[in-house]
């Protein structure tokens, strides 16, 4: 797949990318992005979820009423779960819930989720950039450029740029990571994947080892 680079502006530039067939043009693994992205939103849960059992309450462990001759159900003391205030029978409790992938499935998610965007012409090659300063209205001013400032999109450089990646901090639709921190989740949440042009190289030297 050939695709033409664009400048900061989003003009159309003399050079061209090609994108390898072996990362932009298999055959999706469905299963493999569900079980990546699976895996994503697990090991980003806190798992500190926490409710009280019975034996936590505080108070007396008196039993409240005599067992029968009393014409009422019968109880215990007030810490039981039927009662206001009392513990919960089989509470949450805190709990990791993150789990292991193997690194092949990984790529191959990866690789279905470009793969998909490029069917769906939905990635763009910039040229590579870098801001003077850090504002939020140059990286918003970058996104109008190649109309995709209503858009959530995804843009990933090939190495750390600080003016860049807090540029777009403030922006809830725009997302700056680097290309080995590339991941299914964030390639299928954002609209636009736009890949600067030194990245095109690093995505591929990492997904084709």
């Given at each position: 797949m050939e695709l033409k680079v664009v400048n900061t502006k989003g003009a159309e530039t003399a050079k061209k990318v090609v994108l390898n067939d072996a990362i932009y043009g298999v055959e999706p693994n469905d299963h493999a992005i569900?079980?990546?992205v699976k895996q994503f939103m697990a090991n980003n849960r806190q798992g500190t979820h926490k409710s009280k059992q019975r034996n936590e309450i505080a108070g007396s462990s008196k039993k409240l009423k005599?067992?029968?001759g009393t014409g009422g159900a019968r109880a215990g003391n007030k810490k039981s779960p039927t009662r206001i205030g009392g513990g919960r029978a089989f509470g949450p409790e805190p709990r990791d819930y993150s789990f292991k992938l193997n690194k092949k499935?990984?790529?191959?998610a990866r690789v279905s989720a470009l793969t998909y965007k490029a069917k769906n012409n939905n990635?763009?090659?910039l040229e590579d950039f870098s801001f003077d300063?850090?504002?939020t209205k140059n990286y918003n001013?970058?996104?109008t450029n190649l109309k995709v400032a209503d858009k959530k999109t995804l843009l990933v450089l090939a190495e750390s740029n600080k003016n860049v990646y807090l540029s777009s901090r403030n922006l809830s639709k725009a997302k700056v990571v680097i290309a080995s921190e590339l991941n299914t989740y964030d390639i299928l949440n954002a609209s636009n994947l736009i890949l600067v042009e030194s990245s095109v190289k690093e995505i591929e030297?990492?997904?084709s080892n």
């Open positions: 569900y079980l990546d005599r067992q029968k499935l990984k790529k191959v990635i763009t090659v300063t850090i504002k001013e970058l996104m030297n990492l997904l």
